[in-house]
């Protein structure tokens, strides 16, 4: 029985498929994160500052003290909350239980 030339080529092809998304993967996160980040702080004080409130009130009326309905849109929204340079200690204290979950 002969045995596939590209047999032994797979394994290694995986393995450098998988070392360049492990190292592309932190500088996918942080462009993202950046790039939120920087959106919001573009916008006029006053929207980013409404848009903060809705956020967090829809945050809090659909996943904070009960079972969230959807828990992966939670985890999307606490993270989106948590780009905001107006997330303070209050918003952090009901955004990071969240993230942290997701992390898991």
Do not use: Y
């Not at 498929?17 to 959106?39: D, E, K, N």
């Not at 967090?56 to 985890?75: M, N």
């Amino acid at each position: 029985m002969e045995s596939n030339p590209d047999s032994k080529s797979l394994p290694r092809s995986w393995r450098r498929f998988v070392l360049a998304a492990l190292l592309l993967l932190p500088v996918v996160w942080f462009t993202i994160h950046l790039g939120t980040r920087s959106r919001l702080e573009a916008l006029a004080p006053d929207e980013r500052a409404e848009l903060f409130r809705a956020t967090l009130t829809a945050f809090r009326t659909e996943c904070v003290g009960r079972e969230p309905i959807d828990l992966e849109r939670c985890r999307e929204n606490a993270a989106f909350l948590l780009e905001f340079p107006d997330c303070d200690r209050a918003c952090h204290s009901v955004a990071d239980p969240f993230v942290a979950k997701g992390a898991k």
